[in-house]
């Protein structure tokens, strides 16, 4: 953002991520989760894809850290980014939570932390988009949006749309369920559109 004021709103390119995401898992998993053993089944192939390279960049991030905490490098960026602290948090991926002050060891990985949150929130979600009609859910989720940004607000929080360690989990929340929305809509309403 330094550099040009046209970064000013890149970051909600990681909202677009979360709505990509939602239409992906909707056009993949909507209708195919019955049961306990469904639903445990999606999370494990959701989290054997993301866990084993979050790992590996999170023991980068660790070495990282031991080297900066043994005087040989500077940390370029808050010391908070290395805190033994935080370890827990990305290791049980959830440093999106709220539960560390600042962004740590591979501070893009909030994002798969947020993603997880929204994994496990899946069949909520298609429930509601199955269920509800779209006006319906669109209504839901603006109302959630209103919601988070009152309490941040009330808790005297970044905007909504800056939150990473300080809740992006929370944050994934709409525009994961707005891909899950058009996921269906595309499969119920627009399967036999053909563009003139």
């Given at each position: 953002?330094?550099l040009s004021p046209?970064f000013l709103?890149?970051?909600l390119?990681?909202?677009?991520?979360?709505c990509l995401?939602?239409?992906?898992?909707?056009a993949?998993y909507?209708?195919?989760i019955?049961?306990?053993?469904?639903?445990?089944?999606f999370?494990?192939k959701?989290?054997?894809?993301?866990?084993p390279?979050h790992?590996l960049?999170l023991?980068?991030g660790v070495v990282?850290?031991?080297?900066?905490?043994?005087?040989?490098?500077?940390?370029?960026?808050?010391?908070?980014?290395?805190s033994?602290?935080?370890?827990?948090?990305n290791l049980t991926?959830?440093?999106s939570?709220?539960?560390t002050?600042?962004?740590?060891f591979?501070?893009?990985?909030w994002s798969i932390?947020?993603?997880m949150?929204v994994?496990?929130?899946?069949?909520?979600l298609?429930?509601?988009?199955?269920?509800?009609?779209p006006?319906?859910?669109?209504?839901?989720?603006l109302?959630?949006v209103?919601?988070?940004i009152?309490?941040?607000?009330?808790?005297g929080?970044r905007?909504?749309?800056?939150a990473?360690?300080d809740?992006?989990a929370?944050?994934a929340?709409?525009?994961?369920?707005a891909?899950?929305?058009i996921?269906r809509?595309v499969a119920?309403d627009?399967?036999?559109?053909?563009?003139p």
């Amino acid at each position: 953002q330094g550099l040009s004021p046209a970064f000013l709103g890149i970051q909600l390119m990681v909202d677009f991520f979360f709505c990509l995401s939602g239409f992906v898992i909707g056009a993949t998993y909507l209708g195919k989760i019955h049961d306990a053993a469904g639903y445990g089944l999606f999370m494990w192939k959701r989290f054997a894809r993301l866990y084993p390279l979050h790992l590996l960049t999170l023991a980068v991030g660790v070495v990282g850290g031991m080297v900066v905490g043994a005087g040989a490098l500077q940390p370029g960026t808050n010391p908070e980014v290395f805190s033994a602290k935080a370890i827990l948090a990305n290791l049980t991926l959830t440093h999106s939570f709220g539960v560390t002050s600042y962004g740590s060891f591979n501070i893009p990985s909030w994002s798969i932390s947020a993603e997880m949150f929204v994994y496990a929130l899946f069949p909520l979600l298609a429930l509601a988009v199955t269920r509800l009609r779209p006006a319906a859910n669109l209504a839901l989720i603006l109302a959630y949006v209103g919601i988070t940004i009152a309490v941040r607000h009330h808790l005297g929080l970044r905007d909504w749309t800056l939150a990473w360690f300080d809740g992006g989990a929370l944050r994934a929340v709409p525009s994961f369920w707005a891909g899950v929305l058009i996921a269906r809509l595309v499969a119920r309403d627009w399967r036999g559109f053909a563009p003139p």
